[in-house]
């Protein structure tokens, strides 16, 4: 293959093909160009460009500044604001106030049982006062436009949330929350109440307080179906003795007791069973108040006492009702009835509306009808158990127990359970209408005494 020579045109050495330069005399041999000028940019049109968005932002952060305002965080359940040339001092507390000036309250605590596992906490509320004794509750609420009102979890877990938020028109209280505690994972803890408050200028104010959750022991006391007169009842007295450290006080009720029921089953223990008169005891509580047709076929004062049952044949032990007509079917075996003064209420415009209603019982038409105080409606009174049984038995036997003063068995009964005699009491209560008594039967249930 043929290559054409090429020579240095200055020296005219022999130079190798594409040679840029001449290695012999240093001559350049490429064509040297002008340098040509770059294109003129629009840089001014575009700094502008630049310059303008950022006076804008500038100015949009500084009014967005301006309209936040500024914000005020107590780390507490108090704190004082001033704006306008007022002064608010706010005051968080879960206690009703009476009047200003207002106190905060950092740490509400909370009892709960063992077996509960939620429940409302008292109402969080924010009070306002100006500091000095004056209150200025709706002067504050002009200036807010919202608020809200959060919690904090403890170890992670939710304990408490917040049910319901208002602003209370029966209060003092300025703004009002009711929070819940939920303790299903959690049995113990503390959890913040924080309330954020916005105002109209874009003032925000910050304040909190703590709820604790502790927990109480619970003690289950069983009485039994016999009541008062219960080996599991001594039981329960007993253990309450040893929680309170009082054992010899619970041993000394326990064996009161006892001897109460052996005074009764001495006065009666030898009466013979067709000289047991039978007795209709009507309007038991159960699960609270009743009527007459509300019985009991294994009424413990009744076996105590040595009483005769006029009911018999139910099906189930306890507490129940029976049909109208079986009432009807027994009035001529009643012998007396004993009313319990809790269902009079319940009786009452039964009797209004049919005056015959007991005209089927013999122990009604001889005036054998009587009134025993309310052992269980709503309540359940172990004393009172006890005193009926005398009751029901001084009935039965008016003879045996002649020497038996009501008001006196109250007071002895009352002052070995409660610390003191409480007959008068008892007696002038509205729903004891007056206490043990024989009724009348022609007005008992009629007017204002039933």
């Given at each position: ?28 041999l490429i064509e040297?160009r ?7 940019k ?7 460009a630049?310059?303008l ?8 952060t500084a009014v ?8 005020i ?19 968080l507390?879960?206690?009703?106030q009476?009047g ?13 049982r ?11 509320r ?23 009102v959060?919690?904090?979890?403890c ?17 003092n ?9 939920h ?14 408050i916005?105002h109209k ?16 022991p619970?003690?289950t006391l ?13 039981e ?11 054992s ?13 029921r052996?005074?009764?089953?001495a ?11 039978a ?13 007459h047709?509300m ?10 006492a ?14 129940q ?23 009079v209420?319940n009786?009452?415009p ?12 013999r ?8 009134l025993?105080?309310a ?5 359940t009174?172990?004393e009172?158990?006890?005193i009926?049984?005398w ?7 008016p ?9 006196e068995?109250t ?12 007959a ?8 004891s209408?007056?206490?043990?008594q ?13």
């Amino acid at each position: 293959m043929n290559f054409e020579e090429k020579h240095c045109p200055h020296c005219g050495a022999l130079l190798v093909e594409n040679a840029s330069f001449c290695p012999y005399c240093e001559s350049v041999l490429i064509e040297k160009r002008p340098a040509e000028m770059p294109k003129p940019k629009r840089r001014r049109r575009i700094t502008a460009a630049i310059l303008l968005t950022a006076v804008l932002l500038v100015t949009l952060t500084a009014v967005g500044f301006a309209n936040r305002g500024k914000i005020i965080d107590a780390q507490g359940a108090e704190l004082t604001y001033e704006t306008d040339g007022q002064t608010f001092h706010l005051a968080l507390s879960f206690e009703s106030q009476g009047g200003a000036p207002f106190f905060g309250q950092p740490l509400f605590t909370v009892e709960v049982r063992e077996d509960q596992v939620r429940g409302q906490v008292s109402s969080s509320r924010v009070f306002v006062d100006n500091g000095g004794g004056v209150d200025k509750k709706n002067e504050f609420l002009a200036l807010v436009d919202h608020y809200e009102v959060t919690t904090t979890p403890c170890d992670g877990i939710t304990l408490l949330q917040i049910d319901e938020t208002c602003i209370p028109t029966n209060s003092n209280a300025a703004i009002e929350a009711i929070p819940s505690y939920h303790t299903e994972q959690l049995k113990e803890g503390e959890g913040d109440v924080i309330w954020t408050i916005y105002h109209k200028n874009g003032d925000t104010l910050r304040l909190r307080h703590t709820v604790k959750i502790t927990r109480v022991p619970v003690v289950t006391l069983m009485s039994g179906p016999d009541s008062v007169f219960d080996e599991r009842f001594n039981e329960s007295v007993r253990l309450l003795g040893t929680i309170f450290e009082e054992s010899e006080k619970a041993e000394a009720l326990i064996g009161f007791i006892a001897a109460e029921r052996a005074g009764i089953e001495a006065r009666t223990a030898d009466i013979a069973e067709e000289d047991k008169p039978a007795i209709y005891i009507c309007g038991l509580g159960n699960w609270g108040t009743t009527n007459h047709l509300m019985t009991a076929q294994d009424y413990v004062s009744f076996r105590v006492a040595n009483v005769k049952n006029v009911v018999s044949d139910l099906g189930a032990p306890g507490a129940q009702p029976i049909e109208a007509e079986k009432f009807v079917a027994l009035g001529e075996d009643m012998d007396a009835m004993i009313f319990d003064a809790a269902a009079v209420k319940n009786i009452k415009p039964l009797y209004a509306e049919d005056p015959t209603m007991f005209d089927t019982c013999r122990a009604w038409r001889e005036g054998e009808a009587y009134l025993q105080l309310a052992y269980n409606a709503y309540y359940t009174n172990y004393e009172i158990a006890l005193i009926n049984t005398w009751f029901a038995a001084k009935t039965a036997y008016p003879d045996r127990f002649e020497d038996v003063d009501m008001t006196e068995v109250t007071d002895r009964v009352t002052t070995a359970f409660l610390g003191k005699p409480l007959a008068e009491e008892i007696y002038a209560c509205p729903n004891s209408f007056g206490g043990y008594q024989k009724i009348d039967t022609a007005a008992f249930f009629v007017g204002t005494q039933g």
